[in-house]
């Protein structure tokens, strides 16, 4: 049998398809006035101080790390169940990631970040795994603790600014979660949203940088700085060039080259628009019914995606088998999987790949990371998945579970 419920196409309709063509159609098709006004309602939408669009999420995040001075010698702390680009980013910069374990809501573990903190800790990265925020009361105590501040050393103009260890989140799943009433973005100093391909909103490739820096940092400011630094440096971009007379231009920095493209933009746009009443509505309507029917089942431990304090933005549904090991795990995978349904598991944690693993990360030094891999298997969960193709989902995990634990 071949695979006729595919894990998470992308929503591609006929708006979308208009927008890009009004855009391909422009004469503009670079970074320009519809990257600009993403930039905008993005920043309207979740509520932070500004809004910077790059080429991914991992270059928003890279960007970031580059722009707070972090390098050589430094640590950045990272929770050991997470994409492999969350930590490798920090190894682009120079520094080394520090692995903390996760909860059993699959998000780091604040006590475990507080022990792993030192002198040489400059930046905390928490993912809003599957798109439930972390503790974000918690960890923004905890740099701003008087104990914790004092072992911080700047080296920069940034470092001396914040004063303390800066807190990037990874938000690759998060945009449009709520934590306390906020949204994803405006949770803490600074949140990078991504807009791959299997993210809830995407725009093919892209990301976005929502600065909610702190006083006495001016955001606007930052965000001007950054445009310059995501775009080698050049003190002025390419549609600004092409204004009469205003061809010069200098270079400040060797930058980088993270800028996001009007094309990508004309996407995020339209998807934006309509994302909480349909897409958010839609992804809850999947999650509620993957829970009412497998809360009927004693083997079956359902996520965690609504509590008082936080709504999740319905990323993945990570449903986890009680009493079994990997061996089955994969096992039932593959059931479900002749059964016509495509699932997968988020995430393999970062000290099982080989990279970190020949960096002598080990994984017996996070053993909720590993009891949560080993007994996760990720639901489909995407617009165009109707009610029919629901009921065959549930029937294709029941079936495989029940024929694989007996
Ligand atoms: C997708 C993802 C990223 C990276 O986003 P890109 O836009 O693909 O670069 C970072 N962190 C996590 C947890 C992700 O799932």
Known sequence: MSIDIPFSPPRMDQKIIDEVIDTLK????????????????????????????????????????KW??????????????????????????????????????????????????????????????????????????????ASVAALFKPATAEQQELGRILVLADAAHSIGAHYKGRRSGNLTDISVFSFHAVKNMTTAE???????????????????????KALHGQTKDALTKTQIGNWQYDVLEAGYKYNMTDIQASMGLVELERYDRDMLQRRKEIFDHYTKAFSAYPWAQLPAYETADKTSSYHVYLLR????????RNRIMQSIFSRGVAVNVHFIPLPMLSYYKNKAYRIEDYPIAYDNFSREISLPVYYDLDEEKVKRVIKAVVGSVEENMS
């Not at 996760?102 to 970040?113: E, L, Q, Y």
């Not at 088998?321 to 089955?328: A, C, G, L, P, W």
């Open 321 to 328: 088998i009680h009493h079994i090991d990997e061996e089955t």
């Open 26 to 65: 422009s004469g503009w098709i670079t970074t320009g006035p519809k990257t600009k006004l993403f930039e905008k309602r993005l920043t309207a939408y979740a509520g932070h101080k500004a809004t910077l669009c790059t080429s991914s999420g991992s270059a928003g995040l890279e960007l970031m790390l």
């Open 206 to 228: 892209g990301g976005a940088v929502c600065l909610n820096l702190p006083d006495p940092f001016d955001n606007e400011q930052t965000y001007r700085d950054l445009c310059i």
């Open 68 to 145: 707070f001075g972090v390098g050589e010698g430094d640590e950045v702390i990272v929770p050991a169940y997470t994409y492999s680009a969350t930590a490798n980013v920090v190894v682009h910069s120079g520094a080394k990631p520090v692995m903390v374990d996760v909860n059993d809501d699959f998000n780091i573990a604040v006590d475990g970040i507080k022990k792993a903190i030192t002198t040489r800790t400059k930046v905390i990265i928490p993912v809003d795994l599957a798109g439930f925020p972390c503790d974000y009361d918690a960890i923004n105590a905890l740099v701003n603790d």
